[in-house]
């Protein structure tokens, strides 16, 4: 089955110390993955694709097909990065674009 | 710019009772999906429509049923309600399938 696994429910960091939420996938296949970020009564925003390797609000994550993983870094934290973060990918039995979330992962950012 | 609508924002309702919720998505998105996150627990997909049909099915219960309509907007029927139906239900909507997905502020559902 295909699956996402974030393995932190809670990441707690003081500001200014860097982040690094886990995300790991496992299927067959090009994956495709993305993290999604929802803040304190916001709704979920798409924060980051693979395929597009850019960097938003100071998050990066890089695809390591070896280690099946795709881990989200930010060299420093800010308190306003605090906000749950889900890793997903529309890899389902079906090309419909489903999603299929990982557990998520809470960010706080301590000051 | 517009973003997805969802109403009611919050809904209480009772046991066996009926629910239904409205999705309205980005202007010209041609594609709903319909999530539901219980407590504590990740999204998980019910259903999606692309061109006012549908096109994929995940857990939903016999119990629920939706659709998409005309303009695009869709509704999740939710009958004989359970204690277990308690939870954020998300819609989101893309452009065609697998691109994109704008999520709702969801519809939060506690069944009583």
């Known amino acids: 089955a295909q699956r996402v696994t974030q393995p932190e429910k809670l990441l707690s960091v003081f500001k200014g110390a860097p982040v690094e939420l886990k995300c790991n996938y496992s299927y067959s296949g090009s994956p495709e993955l993305f993290w999604y970020v929802q803040y304190s009564r916001q709704r979920l925003q798409l924060l980051l694709r693979?395929?597009s390797r850019e960097s938003i609000k100071g998050f990066t994550a890089d695809l390591n097909k070896g280690e099946t993983s795709f881990h989200l870094k930010k060299p420093f934290a800010q308190e306003e990065d605090s906000a749950m973060y889900y890793c997903a990918s529309p890899r389902g039995s079906s090309n419909t674009g489903k999603l299929i979330f990982g557990q998520g992962t809470t960010l706080q950012v301590k000051p | 710019a517009a973003g997805v609508i969802q109403s009611p924002r919050h809904l209480i309702k009772e046991k066996r009772e009926t629910a239904t919720l409205k999705c309205y998505p980005i202007p010209r998105h041609d594609t709903v999906y319909w999530y539901q996150q219980g407590p504590g627990q990740d999204p998980q997909f019910l259903i999606s429509f692309y061109e006012k049909m549908q096109s994929d099915k995940g857990s939903i219960p016999d119990r629920f049923s939706a659709q998409q309509f005309s303009d695009y907007h869709s509704e999740l029927n939710m009958s004989s309600l359970e204690l277990g139906d308690s939870a954020l239900y998300f819609c989101a909507s893309s452009l065609e399938e697998g691109n994109e997905q704008f999520f709702g502020p969801g519809t939060r559902l506690t069944v009583l």
């Open positions: 693979h395929i």
